[in-house]
């Protein structure tokens, strides 16, 4: 188990794009969702992973993560998620001793760009770069469980 | 991805006691449940898996189990369950070819035993042994989400 303590904000400007080192095509699919636990299932590229979310806490959260067979991923996205699947670009960009990642969603949120940056704990400072807009941690519709919710609407 | 395509079973007498090979101890914890599809925790003796399991159809349905470290098992056992926990003593009963379980729960459903076998397909034929009774396959006051239920009610 890890804690994932992150802090998540919107965009001000495209600069960012220009320095990402690498980036990821995800699709997150939403198996389960109880209490503010989600249990999610996530391909980065062709690798699948199961995972269990805790409740937040503050910034701070419990996350169990697994990697699973590809072809156990996709049975599970494809049949297990009644339609609840997010698909995003990850892009990768280091600034200031830490990893950014910012995701451009697909479909029903394109649009949509947010900014991560994950903590090794909730006071730890970091530096603001100059794209960064303002902070969205903990505002409930920018949270997964949420554009889930809006995607399921708009594809049913 | 496995199949499963199980029956399950009262019993007659208690004979099958002294045709047990092995036993283990059985904790499972409920992380989530959503139309009809459940995400478990599992503790067979020290031995900790997470397992998706879809909705039924007919006798079958997807599974999907993963082997996970005890100290996470652990963790999502005790912390993210929210009590939905069952313990039972599983047997295990050589009969015809198969080998049949027998689950003598405890706690709030201490009295309940119920014999399951998993076949190879939903028409395989299989012999009965004599201290087998009613059958209970699907019935909903014996499928493990029930259980769970009415566990939490109990201890709340």
Chains 1, 2 share one sequence.
Do not use: N
């Amino acid at each position: 188990m890890a804690k994932e303590i992150e802090r998540k904000f919107l965009l001000s400007t495209d600069t960012w794009r220009e320095l990402a080192t690498h980036k990821v095509e995800i699709r997150d699919g939403l198996l389960a969702f109880r209490d503010g636990r989600k249990i999610r299932v996530r391909f980065c590229d062709d690798k699948a992973t199961l995972s269990v979310k805790g409740p937040k806490k503050g910034l701070t959260r419990d996350e169990f993560e697994y990697e699973i067979p590809a072809s156990d991923g996709l049975a599970l996205l494809e049949e297990h998620c009644d339609g609840a699947i997010l698909k995003k670009t990850r892009y990768f960009i280091p600034h200031g001793g830490y990893v950014w990642t910012v995701d451009e969603f697909q479909g029903v949120h394109t649009g949509l760009v947010l900014a991560e940056i994950e903590l090794p704990s909730e006071d730890a400072e970091f530096e603001k770069p100059t794209w960064l807009g303002r902070e969205v941690s903990g505002k409930s519709q920018y949270r997964q469980s949420s554009l889930f919710k809006k995607h399921r609407q708009a594809t049913k």
